[in-house]
């Protein structure tokens, strides 16, 4: 028989099960966000990888409680040099891509 400290750790165990899945998701999305962004302005992402730098709880326009992920990223215009940007989502809807100012070549 299932006590009830045993629902409240099975309860807690899939909060984070849950949360650990949303989290990748998330980071999928900012990784294609960036992804396409280079793509638009003709950059190349390095690494394929995202960074988690900031999460946190935030309101959205909506007043609903949603995760705010902030992820940085490296791109380049050359080849050669290494720029930072960032990715801001909330949940999974995009907020922000900044660049850092680089050097386009054509």
């Not at 309860?11 to 966000?33: I, M």
């Not at 302005?41 to 394929?48: G, K, V």
């Not at 309101?59 to 050359?78: H, I, M, N, V």
Request: aromatic letters at 12%; hydrophobic letters at 45%.
């Amino acid at each position: 028989m299932f006590t009830l400290m045993d629902m409240v750790w099975l309860a807690l165990l899939a909060l984070l099960v849950n949360h650990w899945w949303r989290s990748r998701d998330a980071k999928a999305f900012a990784l294609q966000y960036a992804a396409q962004r280079c793509a638009e302005l003709d950059l190349q992402l390095l690494d394929q990888s995202m960074v988690l730098r900031k999460s946190r709880l935030r309101r959205g326009q909506d007043g609903l409680l949603a995760w705010f992920r902030r992820y940085d990223f490296e791109f380049s215009s050359t080849g050669t040099e290494r720029y930072p940007g960032s990715v801001e989502l909330l949940g999974n809807r995009l907020q922000a891509i900044e660049l850092a100012p680089h050097v386009t070549v054509h």
